[in-house]
């Protein structure tokens, strides 16, 4: 199969990767970049795993070909933290134990700060609608949203 | 056989002529759009190898524009971007929310109308939606561009009327006037993310009397294809979308399903849901054309 040459930036990196024409963007962040953040849970757009920023919007990785990233600007789990510097949302989700094995997290955490950056005071039913793409067969979702929540309110009144 | 390949054509006329000189060499070539449909099928029923041919950097397929006659929605624009603007809610809500049930917040992402027509399932939820609002297809191909009523583009389960080398350009939604009112329901057995056992959409115009003067009825999950029922709508016309009428509208979507039955619903059931979703959706039309 002929490679596709993909020029695109990651957490602010430019990057160059060569690409199978049906790799999903997903590969290229694991198998290509060797970013194995991202995670793979079904590969069909159901469980939110791969989320990651795509020009600045949410997607599904798995669900978007290695080959669009051309020219593109994504932003993945390992883009987060700030150095040692945790983001407030994983500091949120240690606190209130919003993990259990682990697989789903940084789909979460990745969809919760698109979500508090672009609405700082969500209700639990805002938070709920906005995550029912991600799911977690671990914690019954209940210390993720109060995680959410917390990290919302930290965000408005930092202590 | 052949491999797997990736083209992103610059303009229009490139990607036609990549379509065209595709189709008359026997290569298998798939037109992108949000790839949430394409991308799932490469991965389950369908992973033979083809041609993806991306359209979303086309300025054409990017277009998003709201005029006094005409509401034009480019063929890439993902739902959330139409989600995100309000004056196009506030002119098309139902057609809006049609979209907005597609999938999660990652989905929505991609996701666009225009793949959700030409991916041309039978319960597609922006298809009765589209049907209702008079939608009409803006197609381009080898022989040139093309326009066709939406209730004629899908010809079967997973099939439409887009030769090889033809594809969407957008779709022209005729702009709402005076007392109009657009509403989409579709029922499922989830809150969230699941497909429609049925899906109605319907579209109101309303006088100053309160008495409608136009109305279109296009139903989802009932047959094989998405259907125009005109016999639903001329029972609203005429009348002030009464209890009365609303029930004579529902009668008439009943009477038009020819479902299946499957894990979600049996015949019967469908039957008489899509006569309570019109039922209701036509209630919500209506009172949305009142309030404008
Ligand atoms: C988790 C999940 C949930 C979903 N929920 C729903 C739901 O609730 N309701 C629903 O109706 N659907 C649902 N879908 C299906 C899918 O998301 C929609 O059908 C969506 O609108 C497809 O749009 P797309 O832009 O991603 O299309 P793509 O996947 O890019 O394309 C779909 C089809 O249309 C063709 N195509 C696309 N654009 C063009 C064009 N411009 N010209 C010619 N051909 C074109 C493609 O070749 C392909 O055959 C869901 C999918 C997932 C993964
Ligand atoms: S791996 Fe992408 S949604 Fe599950
Ligand atoms: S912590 Fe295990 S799936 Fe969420």
Partial sequence: ?159 | MGDYAYAAPATVDSTVELLSSSASSGTRTQVLAGGTDVLVQMRSIDRGPRLIVDVKQLAETNVLSIGEDEIYIGAAIASAILNENAELKSKLPGLIESADLIGSTQIQGRATIGGNLCNSSPAGDTIPALIANSAVCHIVGADGERDVPVEDFVTGVGTNCMADHEFLLGLRVPAPKGNTGDAYLRFIPRTEMDIAVAGAGVRVTLDDSGTCTAARVGIGAVAPTPLLVPEAGDALIGTQVDEEALNAAAAACSAAASPITDKRGTVEYRIKVVGVLCKRAGAIARDRAKAR
């Fill in chain 1, 1 to 159: 199969m002929a490679k596709v040459h993909v020029s695109t930036t990651v957490n602010g990196q430019p990057m160059d990767v060569l690409v199978e024409p049906n790799d999903s963007l997903l590969d290229t962040l694991r198998d290509g970049l060797g970013l194995t953040g991202t995670k793979e849970g079904c590969a069909t757009g159901d469980c939110g795993a791969c989320s990651v920023m795509l020009d600045g919007r949410l997607v599904c990785s798995c669900l978007v070909l290695g080959a669009e990233a051309e020219g593109k600007t994504i932003d993945t789990i390992e883009g987060v933290a700030d150095g040692d510097g945790l983001h407030v949302v994983q500091q949120k989700f240690l606190e209130h134990a919003a993990l259990q094995c682990g697989i789903c997290t940084p789909g979460f955490i990745v969809a919760a700060k698109a979500l508090l950056e672009r609405d700082p005071n969500p209700d639990e039913t805002t938070i709920r609608y906005w995550l029912a793409g991600n799911l977690c067969r671990c914690t019954g979702y209940d210390k993720i949203v109060r995680a959410v929540q917390d990290a919302a309110n930290e965000l408005a009144s930092p202590a």
